[in-house]
């Protein structure tokens, strides 16, 4: 193997490692504030918080659930708001 095949192949495993880096950086946060979101969802409905408003709890489903992982505290909050104002998040 040459000299410039040996810094090419050099170059580009450095390139990766790099857009790697940067992947995994970006996925650890959208997990974390996916766990976050659904974690406060079953907050809510274990603590009763909705009761306070007089509406029934938030039902857990599967739109409810990818609303808050996929938006974290945001979704959590558009959850909420919907719920108050009567707009069902069902199938």
């Given at each position: 193997?040459?000299?410039f095949m040996g810094l090419?192949?050099?170059v580009l495993v450095i390139a990766l490692?790099?857009?790697l880096y940067r992947v995994?950086?970006?996925a650890t946060g959208f997990i974390?504030?996916?766990v976050v979101g659904v974690i406060l969802l079953w907050l809510i409905n274990?603590?009763?918080l909705m009761?306070?408003?007089g509406r029934p709890d938030i039902p857990i489903n599967l739109i409810t659930v990818l609303i808050c992982a996929i938006g974290g505290v945001f979704g959590v909050l558009?959850?909420?708001v919907l719920h108050l104002l009567g707009i069902p998040l069902t199938l």
């Open positions: 193997m040459s000299l090419l192949a050099l490692m790099f857009v995994i950086k970006s974390i504030n996916a274990f603590l009763s009761s306070l408003a558009v959850t909420v």
